[in-house]
């Protein structure tokens, strides 16, 4: 951090023609899921983070420039760095050390976590400090509950020594609620990823709002119905993500600032 600067200019030259097909297409998956969270609103100004990997034994991974907010990432701004987090390439941005440690340990232990997806929420915070975490009130939470892992709160993520615990305590799950500090998915794809935040985000709403009427109030489902759900939902979610929601919400971000895509 003693190395922050202001930037002087957001204008970024375009790194197209200086990598491959194959990663400027996930640049711009990227850039496009960044411009998608701010515009569902669920951005932290700069302070969250989401990566996706380049293929290739390196495993580099692509991340937010730190000083830029979501509406202003585009695929160039995105800043490739290595598994010790230094940039690879000259750029003029720095990165936020915090997101490199949750997002290089799972880069680094899960061969399907091609994209990591990390918020802040004020809805997903209020089910992570839950002590029962997230319930099976809605058929939304009900899809995504029991692919939903924790971890407990250690301070700003930035001791290296917590990855061994993230993995851990990830193990195969797709999603995580990181213990009084938000919401975590992993996806084979960035759309992948961001359908499964979708849903474990909306889950985290809903049982908010639910829970403003008192404990007294709800209707629980019947015996059975979430395992069911459940089932469905891990059956459901990448077909859905990779066929149907993705291609529709990659047509919104261009409908809403094509510029994201340079």
Known sequence: MAEAHPLASVDIPSMQDKVSPEEWKIRVDLAAAYRLV????????????????IPGPEHHFLLNPYQLMFEEVTASSLVKVDMNGHPVGETPFMTNAAGFTIHSALHMAREDAHAVMHLHTPHGQAVSAHAEGLLPLTQTAMLVREDVAYHDYEGVAVDLDERERIIADMGDKGAMLL?????????????????KMYFLERACEAQILALSAGDGALNNPPQGAPEVTAQQ?????????????????LRKAYRLDPSFAT
């Open 38 to 53: 701010a515009h569902y609103g669920w951005d932290d100004l700069i302070f969250t983070h989401l990566s996706a990997r």
């Open 179 to 195: 213990r009084n500090h938000g919401t975590l998915t992993v996806g084979e794809t960035v759309g992948e990823a961001f359908l």
């Open 233 to 249: 939902g891990k059956m459901g979610l990448k077909l859905a993500a990779g066929a149907l929601a993705w291609p529709a919400l």
